[in-house]
């Protein structure tokens, strides 16, 4: 008898360790995020440590079923929530395994990936039409990047700083303090210089034009987005900004910019335009590019500002091709893609009465020598960071006082003193960050290794965007619209 006691105390105490490691190393699922962009929505699963799954679809096509294996969710607080291409999501917890269905829109696909650092399964829903196919991937199919290393990223350590490998060449960084006024959170992302280039992007591809950071993230399939310049309330950049060699955009003031030449060099400093058009034997100065035209000016509209000019009947309009005026009107007319619109009003109007078709076009544009060979310019400012040391420029560059003054949240796109990019962000107006002065964002900068940076647009507009979704929180609550955005695209 006392031998069958031992033995039986044996086998139930080994049962009990069995599920006891059983237990210990079953996934939990912590939370499900969602984020709805502008070319697709995401459902992010954020696990303790990464489950086995499967996933399966529905015989109509649209709803997948999530099928985590010896997994839990002790802490998790289901919320059901929909959008424009989600009906459903359902949670069913069963015998260690954790079941989630996604009931979507008809005319939709899906994607499923991982990251493994932390645990995070994802699933995306995008129009049948995306040029990249989706999958159902187990976990056991993914594939792994070449490298998870750190690589040439900086090896940034100090107190409230988490750093995590996004991919390779990638680290997303989330520095947490406290300063005499409060909590401050901000968040970055830095990337290797050999691996990656940086490059301006429009809202929907023209001006004007607004969407949020994500859905141009989104748009340009690219690895990270932070928004960029500063904008009117119909989208028209308020900075100078030239995508692929054409200027998009300017402004009356002398003000920093981050230009990336050609050979992908990128370079900072203040840049301000000038421009002359002539017709005929006229000339005169340029007032804009893909502006709005007000009383008096002349505005230069050329692929960037879309199909038309959507200008009003009171102005005078010469379509130019090839150096040459190949049509007149008043207003809203085709821009060529190969060409430009010279748009004028009043007495820039009067000057040019005399310019028939066929007369000789020609526009000059000066940027500054430099300036003037980049491919790529994004201008905003003021200058924060000059050869690693605190540079704000605010006053010399005429800022407004609500730009100038007092703690807000801030953008800024840096280049590191390895070489790297950096995109950073930091919250402002709210109980978990009060967000930062001009002069400690610098500072704050610097810490992070910057060697070169300028500050970006700001407010409720600040947005960091990796992998497609957003890091920090926005002031307004939401995502705001903007007009333009810096990307990170692989070489």
């Not at 070319?39 to 015989?59: C, G, I, L, Q």
């Not at 099928?67 to 989600?86: L, T, Y």
């Not at 809203?332 to 066929?358: C, L, M, R």
């Amino acid at each position: 008898m006392e031998l069958k006691r031992k033995i039986s105390t044996a086998l139930l105490t080994a049962v009990f360790s069995l599920q006891a490691v059983t237990m210990a190393s079953a996934a939990d699922l912590t939370s499900v995020r969602y984020h709805s962009g502008e070319e697709h929505d995401r459902v992010v699963f954020d696990w303790s440590t990464m489950p086995n799954y499967t996933v399966k679809a529905s015989e109509d096509g649209r709803e997948i079923t999530f099928d985590f294996h010896d997994a839990a969710e002790k802490n998790f607080v289901k919320k059901p929530f929909h959008s424009s291409r989600i009906e459903s999501v359902k949670y069913t917890t069963l015998n260690g395994h954790v079941l989630v269905k996604v009931r979507f829109k008809d005319g939709l696909v899906y994607k499923v990936g991982k990251l493994d650092n932390p645990a995070r399964v994802y699933v995306d829903f995008l129009p049948k039409n995306a040029p990249k196919k989706p999958t159902a991937p187990s976990n056991r199919e993914q594939r792994k990047p070449a490298s998870s290393g750190s690589g040439n990223i900086l090896p940034l350590k100090f107190d409230g700083l988490y750093t995590e490998m996004a991919a390779p060449g990638i680290a997303k960084r989330q520095y947490v303090y406290w300063d005499d006024a409060g909590k401050v959170t901000a968040y970055f992302v830095e990337a290797d210089k050999d691996l990656y280039t940086i490059k301006p992007v429009l809202a929907k591809g023209k001006v004007p034009g607004l969407q949020r950071t994500s859905g141009m993230s989104d748009m340009t399939d690219a690895v990270a987005a932070v928004n960029a310049t500063y904008f009117a309330g119909n989208g028209d950049m308020i900075g100078v900004v030239k995508v692929d060699g054409v200027v998009a955009g300017t402004t009356y003031f002398d003000r920093s910019a981050i230009g990336i030449l050609p050979n992908g060099t990128p370079f900072f400093g203040k840049v301000s335009y000038s421009g002359m058009v002539t017709l005929g034997d006229v000339t005169q100065p340029v007032s804009g590019v893909d502006a709005e035209r007000g009383a008096n000016n002349l505005i230069v509209y050329n692929k960037w500002y879309g199909s038309r000019t959507r200008t009003n009947e009171y102005g005078k309009e010469y379509t130019v091709q090839n150096g040459r005026i190949t049509h007149i009107q008043t207003g809203n007319s085709v821009i060529p893609k190969d060409g430009y619109v010279i748009s004028v009003h009043g007495t820039a109007a009067d000057a040019f009465e005399g310019a028939q078709v066929g007369d000789r076009a020609v526009v000059k544009e000066d940027l500054g020598t430099k300036w003037n060979q980049a491919a790529q310019i994004m201008g905003a400012g003021p200058r924060l960071v000059a050869n690693g040391q605190v540079n704000v420029t605010a006053g010399e560059e005429e800022f407004p006082g609500d730009i100038r003054y007092g703690c807000a949240p801030r953008s800024a796109v840096a280049v590191l003193k390895n070489g790297n990019y950096l995109f950073g962000v930091v919250d402002g107006r709210q109980a978990s960050s009060h967000g930062l002065t001009l002069t400690d964002w610098a500072k704050l900068l610097v810490k992070m290794g910057a060697r070169d940076a300028i500050n970006l647009d700001g407010g409720g507009s600040s947005a960091l965007v990796v992998g497609g979704v957003v890091q920090n929180s926005p002031s307004d609550g939401s995502e705001r619209y903007v007009g333009s955005a810096l990307i990170l695209q692989h070489k």
